[in-house]
């Protein structure tokens, strides 16, 4: 049971650079989001999905995009990197939003010079 | 002010010793409680979950809830090596949760 698999593990992007980071899960998880972790700062949410084809914005969506058109996968893209993306990302999913505790990846770490 | 405010550390204990974690929450509104433990370059992993006030045990883990203060608590009996790790809050309810940044743990052989 893989749970939830995030690709790449690391990346450097140059600034104006776009990519996508991949979350897929087997656990049949409605829920899916993306939080960055950056020192002293906690996760913060980026996007989220409560389903297929539904996403919505979290705390910090600028300069993200999401899409989700399975259950199972929930990437992430960045549309013109910048150094202030420059950090570790992670994908978690749960089988809803509220009151269930999260199964995050193994995170990407990024760093955009 | 935070919404999730938790000493980052970091904290450093021998093995064997007791440890206490906390973390402070504003919004009274917050219902639901969960501590994780994120070992260095690896996701966050769920330990303890709870949505009440009191304490909740899971082997040498001990959840406590004080809702009248917003404040909640990690205990981790006999500490080992193994528990060298990040430990992050997360308190949600009212259609939000935030996490703690987290306080780093290590303890010592």
């Known amino acids: 049971n893989a749970g939830v698999t995030q690709t790449p593990k690391f990346q450097v992007l140059k600034t104006g650079q776009s990519m996508t980071l991949q979350c897929a899960q087997d656990m049949n998880h409605e829920y899916m989001s993306w939080y960055r972790q950056d020192p002293g700062m906690g996760l913060r949410l980026i996007h989220y999905s409560v389903g297929a084809g539904i996403t919505d914005q979290g705390e910090v969506p600028n300069g993200y995009n999401v899409s989700r058109s399975t259950t199972e996968d929930f990437p992430l893209r960045l549309l013109s990197a910048a150094p202030s993306q420059t950090s570790v990302y992670f994908c978690?999913?749960?089988?809803?939003?509220?009151?269930?505790?999260?199964?995050f990846g193994s995170g990407t770490r990024l760093t955009v010079v | 002010q935070k919404e999730v405010e938790q000493d980052p550390g970091p904290l450093s204990v021998p093995e064997g010793a007791i440890v206490s974690l906390n973390c402070t929450y504003s919004n009274s509104a917050f219902q639901y409680f969960m501590w994780y433990r994120q070992y260095s370059r690896k996701g966050p992993e769920l330990l303890m979950y709870?949505?009440?006030?009191g304490n909740k045990e899971d082997g040498r883990f001990t959840a406590q809830v004080d809702k009248s203060s917003k404040y909640i608590s990690l205990f981790i009996r006999d500490s080992q090596p193994s528990d060298s790790a990040t430990y992050l809050c997360?308190?949600?309810?009212?259609?939000?949760?935030?996490f703690g940044a987290g306080t780093r743990l290590t303890v010592k052989p």
């Open positions: 978690a999913s749960s089988p809803g939003r509220w009151a269930y505790g999260y199964t």
């Open positions: 709870t949505y009440s006030s």
């Open positions: 997360a308190i949600g309810g009212n259609n939000d949760m935030r």
